[in-house]
């Protein structure tokens, strides 16, 4: 696998010349002074959010990456953060709901390419309650927020393909539910 951020990172941090090279698809080297430099896999959180209707949030995204496109509502763990530390973070942030109980779902691997500069990073998706929509608000990076029968979703209309397969991956749950709702569903 090539290191697609080659053409970017050239010159090394540690003696500033222009001998840094990629030594795999994370990871440079100096080849003057052999300072090591690692793009390591980043965690994300991803909200799966139910209202009562058991229709699914979510979210039109405000900038690029994937400008205007669909996506589930979260965001990338800070340091020192677990993720679900981060969920309520980013839920608080870009929707203005306290999140309730939080399920584990799945997780899956994502590229997110900003500034040019390609991240590896691993989704985890989580089913989240929220006892009350009441102070729901598209804040933060969120253009618009909707909830839709998840069989009426269509994958091309979502901008990252981990959100495509965490898609799929709620339709084929085909009656074992939603965690918090009494009825089976899906």
Known sequence: MINSNSRLFQYCP???????????????????CRFEFYLNTASAGIALIFNQHQDLLVTRRKHD????????????????????????REIKEELNLDAGS?????????????????????????????????????????????????????????????????LDRILNRKGKGIPGFSQKVL
């Open 102 to 166: 939080l399920t584990y779902f799945c997780s899956v691997p994502n590229t997110y390419v900003y500034k040019d500069v390609t991240y590896s990073i691993t989704d985890s998706a989580f089913f989240c309650q929220v006892p009350d929509f009441g102070p729901i608000t598209a804040r933060d990076d969120i253009l618009d927020v909707s909830f839709m029968n998840p069989a009426a979703l269509n994958k091309k209309d979502f901008g990252f393909e981990s959100s495509k397969i965490i």
């Open 14 to 32: 540690s003696c500033g010349k222009k001998t840094l090279s990629a030594a795999c698809p994370k990871s440079f080297v100096c080849l003057q």
């Open 65 to 88: 990456p994937a400008k205007g496109m669909l996506d589930f509502p979260g965001g990338f763990a800070e340091p020192g953060e677990t993720l679900e530390e981060c969920l309520v």
